[in-house]
């Protein structure tokens, strides 16, 4: 079972008290978008083997939203971090470098 501690509540809650909410770090485009930002949006998404960045929701908690590293081939949780985040913090993404040799940012637009 998945288990992700709330950054905002420090509660460690097992995947039953969460909602997943997709891939994190999307540029969500509004009205005036073109057709093609708008079909990127909903249809375009990272289906990685290994390091995942999702968006999580604490739904029987604190009901806040927060992002959470994850490979997907083992359910190792990398860390948790603020919704607010444009992008993952520097000792995030240096503790995943760390385990997983060769990884990298992927700056997303």
């Known amino acids: 079972m998945l288990t992700l501690q709330c950054p905002y509540c420090g509660v460690q809650a097992d995947e039953t008290e969460l909602s997943a909410g997709g891939e994190a770090h999307l540029t969500r485009h509004g009205p005036g978008s073109t057709e093609d930002e708008f079909h990127d949006y909903l249809f375009t998404r990272e289906n990685p083997r290994g390091v995942h960045f999702e968006r999580w929701r604490h739904t029987y908690g604190c009901g806040k939203w927060f992002h959470a590293a994850r490979d997907t081939q083992t359910l190792e949780v990398f860390g948790t971090y603020k919704a607010q985040c444009t992008e993952p913090p520097k000792e995030l993404r240096d503790a995943i470098t760390a385990k997983r040799p ?8």
Not at 102 to 109: I, K, L, V
């Open 102 to 109: 060769g990884w990298t940012w992927r700056e997303f637009s």
